[in-house]
């Protein structure tokens, strides 16, 4: 199955990048990419998560950080999707493309980590450790903060996630380069 394009508005309400908080029966986008970065922090629900050709489980406390580009998705378990069910998921996730911060910010000496980051991202980046649950309430503050607080959280969470070592890498090193055929048959059917 190919991944579907989808446009992420660049703005919303003054701001210059997008910040939502996901309550839903299930999550409902397929699996797609976009040219914006995207930190999602899972709050409550669990399913598979697929990151590039990456699989995996995830539940509340699931940090992720996926680069420009790369095919994502995160499919509630089977009980989500049941008509009785009394079930539903929370997210927070933030999206923002590269300039965001104009285009010369991250020639700064001072953005060195979070430039790092993001070139690491473009094969997924999920948090480990006790620092996810410091940054997912960060996260959750966001939400309440307006104007410059909204903006410099978010430059203080991209820099805390810079300086861990406690992560992992979820795409393949060459995963944008590879046959997308090869991996159609592993991820095929969950997308239904």
């Not at 079930?87 to 430039?115: C, H, P, Y």
Request: net charge positive.
């Amino acid at each position: 199955m190919q991944p579907k394009f989808r446009k992420v508005p660049h703005t919303v309400k003054n701001s210059s990048f997008l910040i939502r908080d996901m309550m839903e029966p299930y999550f409902y986008n397929p699996y797609h990419y976009h040219p914006e970065y995207e930190l999602t922090a899972i709050i409550r629900g669990s399913g598979t998560r697929y990151i590039g050709d990456s699989i995996e489980k995830f539940g509340p406390g699931d940090l992720v950080l996926v680069g420009s580009n790369l095919a994502h998705l995160w499919k509630c378990d089977d009980k989500y999707y049941n008509e009785d069910a009394d079930l539903t998921v929370r997210a927070i996730v933030i999206q923002f493309n590269r300039n965001f911060l104009g285009e010369d910010f991250w020639s700064l000496k001072e953005m060195k980590g979070i430039k790092k980051l993001l070139l690491r991202s473009k094969r997924g980046v999920r948090l480990n450790g006790d620092n996810r649950i410091q940054l997912q309430k960060q996260i959750l503050d966001l939400l309440n903060y307006m104007a410059v607080d909204r903006f410099t959280g978010l430059l203080f969470i991209l820099n805390i996630i810079a300086k861990t070592y406690d992560y992992d890498l979820l795409a393949c090193p060459n995963f944008a380069n590879i046959n997308r055929a090869s991996y159609k048959k592993k991820i095929n059917g969950f997308n239904n």
